[in-house]
């Protein structure tokens, strides 16, 4: 089973837990298309930092990493020097890891260097055809297109983008549908 009922009476998708964050996470953003600049580098930057941690981890602390993280606006983040490194590692409302803060700070370089427009880059590696089949769905760990799109951006220079990582990104911006059949969301 890939759903469950909760007490609302609304049948969600069955990794959405009964804490109010996460269903208003998946009730609201998880899956919608999202082509905006600034959202897309968030979704990098917070997926970069939730590697080996659980989502809600980082749901929990997304807005202390906005505040910080001067709202994920490449352009601020890539002027950031090791002064502001050092007061970020010590900022109790982020995840505190120096390699992740480091590559936050220069996939904003790698943005604003080249001026790389993520919507563009990101969407032209979305699936052209239709993906998760109502008939025996399962999530997947990563995809082709999350592949090609891991390759591309560690190229241009990018850190924290392996294709598991990228296929989250891809699942939370809907890139692409893996809602599950039967999830309320589900299109």
């Given at each position: 089973?890939?759903?469950?009922?909760?007490?609302?009476?609304?049948?969600?998708?069955?990794?959405?837990?009964?804490?109010?964050?996460?269903?208003?996470?998946?009730?609201?953003?998880?899956?919608?298309?999202?082509?905006?600049?600034?959202?897309?580098?968030?979704?990098?930057?917070?997926?970069?930092?939730?590697?080996?941690?659980?989502?809600?981890?980082?749901?929990?602390?997304?807005?202390?990493?906005?505040?910080?993280?001067?709202?994920?606006?490449?352009?601020?983040?890539?002027?950031?020097?090791?002064?502001?490194?050092?007061?970020?590692?010590?900022?109790?409302?982020?995840?505190?890891?120096?390699?992740?803060?480091?590559?936050?700070?220069?996939?904003?370089?790698?943005?604003?260097?080249?001026?790389?427009?993520?919507?563009?880059?990101?969407?032209?590696?979305?699936?052209?055809?239709?993906?998760?089949?109502?008939?025996?769905?399962?999530?997947?760990?990563?995809?082709?297109?999350?592949?090609?799109?891991?390759?591309?951006l560690k190229k241009l220079g990018?850190?924290?983008?392996?294709?598991?990582?990228?296929?989250?990104?891809?699942?939370?911006?809907?890139?692409?549908?893996?809602?599950?059949?039967?999830?309320?969301?589900?299109?």
């Amino acid at each position: 089973m890939n759903t469950r009922v909760h007490p609302d009476g609304l049948e969600r998708c069955i990794w959405v837990t009964d804490d109010q964050i996460y269903i208003d996470y998946h009730d609201t953003e998880w899956g919608t298309p999202t082509k905006n600049q600034r959202s897309l580098f968030e979704g990098i930057c917070l997926e970069g930092f939730q590697a080996g941690l659980s989502w809600i981890t980082i749901l929990k602390r997304r807005e202390g990493f906005r505040q910080v993280f001067e709202n994920f606006e490449p352009e601020k983040v890539s002027r950031f020097d090791e002064d502001k490194v050092s007061e970020l590692l010590q900022d109790e409302r982020i995840i505190r890891n120096r390699a992740k803060v480091i590559s936050a700070i220069n996939n904003a370089r790698v943005v604003t260097d080249n001026a790389i427009d993520l919507v563009e880059l990101m969407w032209s590696h979305a699936p052209k055809k239709p993906q998760t089949p109502k008939k025996n769905f399962e999530w997947k760990a990563a995809s082709e297109e999350s592949v090609a799109l891991s390759k591309t951006l560690k190229k241009l220079g990018f850190s924290f983008v392996g294709p598991t990582t990228m296929y989250a990104l891809m699942q939370s911006t809907g890139m692409v549908q893996d809602h599950a059949p039967g999830c309320f969301r589900r299109v």
